[in-house]
C-alpha cells in the first residue's frame, strides 16, 4: 500500500509539470519529452495542433513539423511513461476540438469549444462586403484622378475580428490596393486564431496586423486626421452602438463605414424601451414594414454619432437580410452638412387600426441662394387625434432615417460587376438577386406593404399582387417591391389604396363585419377615384426573369452563440457550427411520425386539408368507444324517458277511469 501510495503522488506530481524543453537528437528529430516529430514534409495542420506547446519561436522557426509519433524509451521509467501518456492526451484533445472551415479563397482552423465566434451564415455578407470596398477603391481612385491626387492603398480596421476570416479574405480578395488589414480583438483567443490562420493562409504579416484591444480604445486612438482608416467594419454579436461613437470618428473623410446589428427583435419594435436606450429612437410596434424601419433607425443613430463631430454620412447600401442588418455608409466631414441633419430625420404616426400613416419630419431646411434657414415644422393638418379612414387612435414612433437608403448608381456598379465576374464569390447569385430589387425599388419613399395588409384589415380575400400593382400603375402612380421581402411600395395615397379595395369589396364582400371594426368604417365610404384593374405589364417589376429571394438554406439557419474565449468547455454541436441554433422549446420537441400519428384537427372534426394532410384520418378506437358508449347511453335514456312518459300516461288515465265508474 505504501508502494502504491508513493507511485500515485508521484504521477500526480508530475501531471502538472511543464513539457520539457525540445531538444534535437542524432536522427535531425525532435523530441518533445517522448514525442518524436519527423523533419519529412511541412503540414500545417499539425504544426497547430503543436502550437499550443509552450516552446520558443527562437527554437521552431529552423524546424517544420511534420509527423507526430509516440517514440518507445529505451529505459521505461516513471517520468516517461507518465509524460507520454499526458502529452497523447492533450494532442488527441487538440485533434477532437479543431474544426476546419473553408470559404471561398480562405481556411481558417479554429477551436470547437466556442474559443472564437464563426458564423457560416454570414458569408453574404463578408461576400457583400468584399463587393463594396472593391466598388469602393474605384470610386476613390476616380475622385483622387478628378483631385489631381496620387491615390494612396486604403487601410481597413476591422474591429471585432473573432476568427480573423473576415480579414484574411480581405487581403487575398481585394487584391493589391490594399495596404493593410489591422484585425482586433478583445480575446487572446481570438488574436492566437488569427495569427496561426494568418499563417495557414500564407498571407503575409505586414498585410494582416493582429491586435488585442478594446475595439472603442483602438477606434478612439486612431482618430487623429493621420492616423484614420479608409474602412472602418464594425461586425459585432448583437447592436453595434457601443462602437459607433469611436467608429464615425476612426473613419477618415469621405471614408466606408461597414455596420452590423443582428438585435432586430430590438429595432423591429420587439422591445421599445431597449431600442430607444440602444438608438434613441422607437420602433412601430408590429409593423409590416419593421424591417426597413430597423435599417433606418440605425442609418440615424449612426448620423447623429456623427453630426456630434461635424460629421454627416451618405448610404451606399441599406440590407436587412436573414437574421441581420447590414449598412454602408460614406462619412463625410462637413459642419454645414451636420446641420441639414435636421431634414433627415422623420417620425411616423401609426394608425392602430388600419395601419395608415403620416410622416412628419423633424425640421425643414429652405435654401435661397446663399441663405440657408432652418425651420421647426408644422403639424401635418391630416394628421388629427384620430385616423381619417378607420377613426382609430394614431400611435407615434421615431426618429428615423428619412432620405434615401441606397445609392442606385452605386449598386448599378456591383450589378455590372458580378456580370463580369459570376464565379468570384459563392454566394453571386444571391447577391444579384437582392442587389436587382434595391435597384428597382423606389428610391424616395418610405416603408413597404405586405400584399395581404389591407385585406387583413377590411377581412376580403387576397387578390394576387399583380392585380393591386396593377391599379395602382394605371392610376398614375408608381409602384415597386421592396428587398426586404414581396410587397408593395408605392407614392399612392391612403385614399387612393382604400379605394382600390372598396372597389374589390364590391365583387367579393367580406362577412361578419363588427359595428365598430376598422373595415366597417372604411367600406362604409364609396370610392371617391375610378379604380382600373387592367393589366399592367410593370406590375411584375422592371426584371421579373431575376430570382430576388431566396429560401433559406436549412432549418434553424440564424445566428450562432456567442463566444466564450476558450473558457467554456462545452463543445458546440455541429448545427451550431453550420450555422444552425435551435432553442429550448424546438431542442426538446420532436416532430411526430406522420405515417403513425392520428390528425389531431380531424379528430375534433376541424382539419381542412382532407387528402393534402400527411397525418392519418382516423379517430383512435378508445374516441369511437366512447362515441359508441355516449351513443348507447343516449339511447338508453330516450329509453327510459319513453317508459317514464308511458308511465305518466298510465297515471294520469287512472283517475279519469276511476271518476267515471263513480259517476256510473
Known amino acids: 500500500m505504501i508502494a502504491n501510495r508513493l507511485n500515485r503522488i508521484a504521477k500526480n506530481s508530475l501531471l502538472f509539470q511543464r513539457p520539457q524543453k525540445i531538444f534535437q537528437n542524432n536522427n535531425n528529430s525532435l523530441i518533445i519529452n517522448s514525442i518524436q516529430i519527423n523533419n519529412n514534409n511541412n503540414n500545417k495542420l499539425k504544426d497547430y495542433f503543436l502550437s499550443s506547446f509552450s516552446t520558443s519561436k527562437r527554437e521552431m522557426d529552423d524546424v517544420k513539423m511534420n509527423d507526430v509519433k509516440v517514440v518507445e524509451p529505451k529505459e521505461s521509467t516513471l517520468e516517461t511513461t507518465t509524460t507520454t501518456t499526458t502529452t497523447t492526451t492533450t494532442v488527441e484533445k487538440e485533434k477532437s476540438n479543431i474544426v476546419t472551415v473553408i470559404e471561398n479563397s480562405a481556411t481558417i482552423l479554429y477551436n470547437n469549444q466556442n474559443e472564437v465566434f464563426y458564423n457560416p451564415v454570414q458569408e453574404f ?74 499563417a495557414y493562409n ?11 484591444g478594446d475595439a472603442t480604445m483602438v477606434m478612439m486612438e486612431n482618430r487623429s486626421h493621420n492616423k484614420q482608416y479608409d474602412v472602418v467594419d464594425v461586425d459585432p454579436y448583437g447592436a453595434p452602438t457601443p462602437f459607433l461613437d469611436s467608429a464615425v470618428q476612426a473613419v477618415a473623410d469621405g471614408g466606408l463605414l461597414c455596420v452590423t446589428a443582428t438585435d432586430t427583435s430590438v429595432l423591429c419594435g420587439s422591445y421599445p424601451e431597449a431600442c430607444f436606450h440602444k438608438y434613441q429612437s422607437v420602433p412601430v410596434h408590429r409593423a409590416g414594414y419593421c424591417h426597413e424601419m430597423g435599417l433606418r433607425i440605425l442609418l440615424h443613430s449612426i448620423e447623429q454619432h456623427a453630426n456630434r463631430y461635424k460629421r454627416h454620412i451618405v448610404p451606399l447600401l441599406s440590407l436587412s437580410v436573414d437574421f441581420y442588418v447590414r449598412v ?60 381619417e379612414h378607420c377613426t382609430k387612435q394614431y400611435q407615434f414612433a421615431g426618429p428615423f432615417w428619412a432620405k434615401r437608403i441606397h445609392n442606385a448608381d452605386f449598386c448599378k456598379q456591383a450589378l455590372s460587376f458580378l456580370e463580369k465576374n459570376p464565379t468570384t464569390f459563392n454566394t453571386s447569385r444571391r447577391m444579384f438577386g437582392v ?11 418610405m ?24 391599379a395602382i400603375l394605371n392610376g398614375g402612380f408608381k409602384v415597386s417591391s421592396s428587398h426586404v421581402l414581396p410587397s408593395i411600395k408605392t407614392d399612392a395615397p391612403f385614399q387612393f389604396l382604400w379605394d382600390i379595395f372598396r372597389t374589390y369589396a364590391k365583387d367579393n364582400p367580406p362577412k361578419n363585419l363588427g359595428p365598430d371594426s376598422p373595415a366597417k368604417h372604411i367600406l362604409s365610404k364609396e370610392p371617391t377615384n375610378k379604380i382600373d ?95 359508441n358508449n355516449n351513443n348507447n347511453n343516449n339511447n338508453n335514456n330516450n329509453n327510459n324517458n319513453n317508459n317514464n312518459n308511458n308511465n305518466n300516461n298510465n297515471n294520469t288515465s287512472q283517475p279519469d277511469s276511476t271518476v267515471t265508474t263513480a259517476d256510473k
Open 435 to 445: 442587389l436587382t430589387s434595391v435597384v428597382d425599388e423606389l428610391p424616395d419613399q
Open 447 to 470: 416603408f413597404y406593404f405586405k400584399s395581404d395588409h389591407f385585406t387583413h384589415t377590411l377581412h376580403l380575400s387576397t387578390p394576387p399582387t399583380s392585380l393591386i400593382k396593377s
Open 328 to 387: 454602408f455608409v460614406r462619412v463625410y466631414s462637413s459642419p454645414l452638412e451636420a446641420k441639414k441633419a435636421l431634414s433627415k430625420m422623420a417620425n411616423i404616426f401609426s394608425c392602430i387600426g388600419c395601419g395608415s400613416f403620416h410622416i412628419q419630419p423633424t425640421g425643414v431646411v429652405k435654401e435661397e441662394g446663399n441663405n440657408i434657414k432652418y425651420k421647426v415644422p408644422l403639424l401635418n393638418k391630416e394628421v388629427g387625434s384620430h385616423c
Open 202 to 212: 500564407n498571407v503575409p504579416e505586414e498585410r494582416i496586423k493582429p491586435n488585442l
Open 125 to 198: 455578407n463578408r461576400d457583400m462586403s468584399i463587393l463594396m470596398i472593391k466598388l469602393f477603391i474605384e470610386e476613390r481612385k476616380k475622385e483622387c484622378l478628378g483631385r489631381g491626387k496620387p491615390f494612396k492603398k486604403i487601410r481597413v480596421l476591422e474591429a471585432l475580428a473573432a476568427t480573423g476570416l473576415r480579414s484574411i479574405r480581405y487581403a487575398k480578395e481585394i487584391g493589391e490596393d490594399l495596404d493593410y488589414i489591422l484585425a482586433n480583438d478583445i480575446l487572446q483567443s481570438a488574436v492566437d486564431s488569427i495569427v496561426k490562420n494568418r
Open 533 to 627: 384593374f387592367t393589366f399592367n405589364p410593370l406590375a411584375k417589376g422592371e426584371h421579373p426573369d431575376v430570382p430576388k429571394y431566396f429560401p433559406n438554406p436549412k432549418e434553424n439557419w440564424g445566428p450562432g452563440s456567442r463566444a466564450t474565449g476558450g473558457k467554456s468547455t462545452k463543445k458546440r454541436s455541429s448545427d451550431e457550427i453550420n450555422g444552425g441554433t435551435e432553442n429550448k422549446k424546438s431542442r426538446n420537441k420532436k416532430k411526430k411520425d406522420p405515417t403513425t400519428t392520428n390528425c389531431v384537427y380531424f379528430i375534433h372534426n376541424k382539419c381542412f386539408k382532407g387528402d393534402k394532410c400527411e397525418y392519418i384520418h382516423s379517430k383512435p378506437d378508445s374516441i369511437n368507444d366512447n362515441n
